[in-house]
């Protein structure tokens, strides 16, 4: 089994910054790719980014692109999501996500945090 705690989420105005932290715990970190997702009130939960075990590969969500940010430090076994230029549509409970890595991308995980409510005031 693999933990996942988030932390970070808060009230922001738009046009602000957030850096989210995700860390783990339960087994070695490194052979877990990580995922970051979201799910806003009445719509369906979606995908934001993901990077692979070693932290040279990554993917994100049309919607996010050149405004967020997925890293990794394998050895605090913490997963980041910095997010810049945020919009009010960019509110959303985030998730933590892992799975255990034998191909990339990956869209689909096994383990989950609680999740961290990220709300951005117009």
């Known amino acids: 089994q693999v933990q996942l705690v988030e932390s970070g989420g808060e009230l922001v105005q738009a046009g602000g910054s957030l850096r989210l932290s995700c860390t783990a715990s339960?087994?070695?970190?490194?052979?877990?790719?990580l995922g970051w997702f979201r799910q806003a009130p009445g719509k369906e939960q979606e995908i934001v980014a993901g990077?692979?075990?070693?932290?040279?590969?990554?993917v994100y969500a049309d919607f996010v692109k050149g405004r967020f940010t997925i890293s990794r430090t394998n050895a605090e076994n913490t997963v980041y999501l910095q997010m810049n230029s945020l919009k009010p549509e960019d509110t959303a409970v985030y998730y933590c996500?892992?799975?255990?890595?034998?191909?990339?991308?990956?869209?689909?995980?096994?383990?989950w945090g609680q999740g961290t409510q990220v709300t951005v005031s117009s």
């Open positions: 339960g087994r070695p970190f490194v052979n877990y790719a």
């Open positions: 990077i692979n075990w070693s932290g040279d590969r990554t």
């Open positions: 996500a892992a799975k255990y890595e034998t191909t990339w991308p990956i869209y689909e995980y096994d383990y």
